[in-house]
């Protein structure tokens, strides 16, 4: 059966340190993979996705995920963290089939020091 | 072009009452969702739709139920609301398969 992990449930790193955010999959196929973003009392926004081609994917607000198909891993980067990052992320694995149904981690919360 | 919306923001209900949540999108989108996202537990798909007209079940679709008589429109019901129902829900909306979901706002709602 498809599942995510996200090991991490809480998080906790100082402003301007590296971030990396960690998600695995569980898919028999190539996966769709996307990360999320929710801000408190907000709904998700997408921040990236991979579907095929560089495993190396570049999003918004200087978010960046490797695929790594051996580990069955896509983390979540970013270099220099600001204290509006602070928030729930949450990593997906489309499903199979033609539903286009995801399949969410249970979400790692960042907090971010001054 | 609001995206997807959601009504209402917020709602109390006592046991055993009903109620509908709606959603709706703009963006002519084919494929609709509706989640509940409860603590430690990332978001479980309730219901799904795949077009005007159809509805499947999702991960945990015991206690709800829904329609879509109208593309952009994909309403939630709950016939007898239980505390186990509180939660909030997010309804999400799709071009189809390997496109992004785009979410709505949620809605809150608690069940004493």
């Known amino acids: 059966a498809q599942s995510v992990t996200q090991p991490d449930i809480h998080i906790t790193v100082s402003e301007g340190a590296s971030l990396e955010l960690r998600c695995n999959y569980s898919y028999g196929a190539t996966p769709y993979l996307f990360w999320y973003v929710q801000s408190p009392g907000q709904g998700l926004q997408l921040l990236l996705k991979y579907f095929s081609g560089d495993t190396l994917v570049q999003g918004i607000k200087g978010f960046e995920a490797e695929f790594k198909r051996s580990q069955s891993s896509f983390n979540l980067r970013k270099p220099s963290v600001h204290w509006s990052d602070a928030a729930e992320y949450f990593c997906a694995v489309g499903s199979s089939g033609n539903t286009g149904k995801l399949i969410f981690g249970q979400g790692t919360t960042l907090q971010v020091k001054p | ?112």
């Open chain 2, 1 to 112: 072009n609001a995206g997807v919306t959601q009504t209402p923001k917020f709602r109390v209900l006592k046991t055993g009452q009903s109620m509908t949540l709606l959603c709706a999108q703009d963006m002519n989108h084919e494929y609709m969702y509706w989640y509940r996202q409860d603590p430690g537990m990332g978001l479980r798909l309730i219901h799904y739709s795949v077009g005007e007209g159809t509805t499947a079940k999702g991960e945990v679709p015991d206690g709800y139920n829904v329609s879509r008589l109208k593309k952009q429109n994909f309403l939630l019901g709950l016939e007898s609301a239980a505390p186990s129902q509180t939660s909030v829900y997010f309804c999400a909306s799709n071009r189809g398969r390997q496109e992004t979901q785009y979410f709505g706002p949620g809605t809150r709602l608690l069940v004493l």
